[in-house]
């Protein structure tokens, strides 16, 4: 089985930073992309950010400038890194992956890691 597992969240002053990291444990062939959600108390989860195998990155609008995801492949982990961050940015991450397929050719449409929270306040 292939299972996301997230570390980094914590509690940080306003303007401070952060890293999550994200690893796919267990042997994967191929992941079509990973990226990182987030949900605060009240809303729906939101895309924060996604970055394709072959590189390609996309942000939400809230985060451009802020945030940077870059991943490692070969090494099956994705890492957020959050600067400049503000109160709003307070809430659980997720760890998302999609189209894992497995050396066994065992495919996961999608995976969803266990949520690191953030909480960003003075």
């Known amino acids: 089985q292939v299972h996301l597992v997230e570390s980094g969240g914590g509690l940080v002053p306003p303007g401070g930073s952060l890293r999550l990291s994200c690893e796919a444990s267990g042997s994967t062939y191929s992941i079509y992309h990973m990226g990182w959600y987030r949900q605060a108390q009240g809303k729906q989860r939101e895309l924060v950010a996604i970055?394709?195998?072959?590189?390609?990155?996309d942000y939400a609008d809230s985060v451009k400038g802020r945030f940077t995801i870059s991943g490692d492949y070969p090494k099956r982990t994705v890492y957020l890194q959050m600067n400049h961050l503000k109160p709003e940015d307070t809430a659980v991450y997720y760890c998302?992956?999609?189209?894992?397929?497995?050396?066994?050719?065992?495919?996961?449409?999608?995976?969803w890691g266990q949520g690191a929270l953030v909480v960003v306040s003075a």
């Open positions: 998302n992956a999609l189209n894992v397929i497995t050396p066994a050719m065992d495919r996961y449409p999608e995976l």
């Open positions: 970055i394709t195998s072959g590189g390609v990155t």
